[in-house]
Every structure is written in structure tokens, then in C-alpha cells.
């Protein structure tokens, strides 16, 4: 089972930016896509964005132009989202997750974020 670990949440006024790392552990081997998403208070948890390990990168509609998935070069099996231009409407749990070959997902715990004044 493939274990998440996220860090990188907190508090950030409007306008300003956060950036959120998950690493994964145990069975990665087969790990073809890792992403991120976001569950607001009385909310639907929803996709922000995700990454192959190919490069391929998806995105929220809501987060383009704003959010960037990568995945780090030195630790392959991390992935990290760098968010800027944060309004009060990215308040939420961002949650990290993997989809491995087999069509199995995993998640972290989630790591709170709130924007405010």
C-alpha cells in the first residue's frame, strides 16, 4: 500500500502563493499518475490537479493559470503544487493521491489551506 505523506499547507492572505509536497512510500514501483485535490467545507472533494509520470499534466479549470504540478527531478516520487494568486475560494483540504497501473488509488491525509485576510 502506497503511503502519502503531504506538508506544506497554512495561512496565506489573498494574493499570496503556498506550495504543497506529497511523497510517496512503499510500492511505488508501479505509480503512473499522482495529483491533487481539494475538499471545501460542505463541498464535493474535486480535482485540482494531476501529473503522469510521463510529464503529462491535467488541471481544474478553476486553478489554470494560477497552480503548477511538477514532480521532483531529485526524488521521483514526489510531487509538488505550487499555488499563487490564492483568493479565498482555494480555502479548502488538499489531498494528495496516486493511481498506480492497476487502477488503485491511494491518499494522504490532507493538509489545510486557508486563505484570508
Known amino acids: 500500500q502506497v503511503q502519502l505523506v503531504e506538508s506544506g499547507g497554512g495561512l496565506v492572505q489573498p494574493g499570496g502563493s503556498l506550495r504543497l509536497s506529497c511523497a510517496a512510500s512503499r510500492s511505488t514501483f508501479n505509480i503512473i499518475t499522482m495529483g491533487w485535490y481539494r475538499q471545501a467545507a460542505g463541498k464535493q472533494r474535486e480535482l485540482v490537479a494531476s501529473?503522469?509520470?510521463?510529464?503529462?499534466?491535467?488541471y481544474a479549470d478553476f486553478v489554470k493559470g494560477r497552480f503548477t504540478i511538477s514532480r521532483d527531478s531529485a526524488a521521483k516520487n514526489t510531487v509538488n503544487l505550487q499555488m499563487n494568486s490564492l483568493t479565498p475560494e482555494d480555502t479548502a483540504v488538499y489531498y494528495c493521491?496516486?493511481?498506480?497501473?492497476?487502477?488503485?488509488?491511494?491518499w494522504g491525509q490532507g493538509t489545510q489551506v486557508t486563505v484570508s485576510s
Open positions: 501529473i503522469t509520470v510521463s510529464g503529462i499534466t491535467n
Open positions: 493521491t496516486t493511481t498506480n497501473s492497476l487502477g488503485a488509488n491511494a
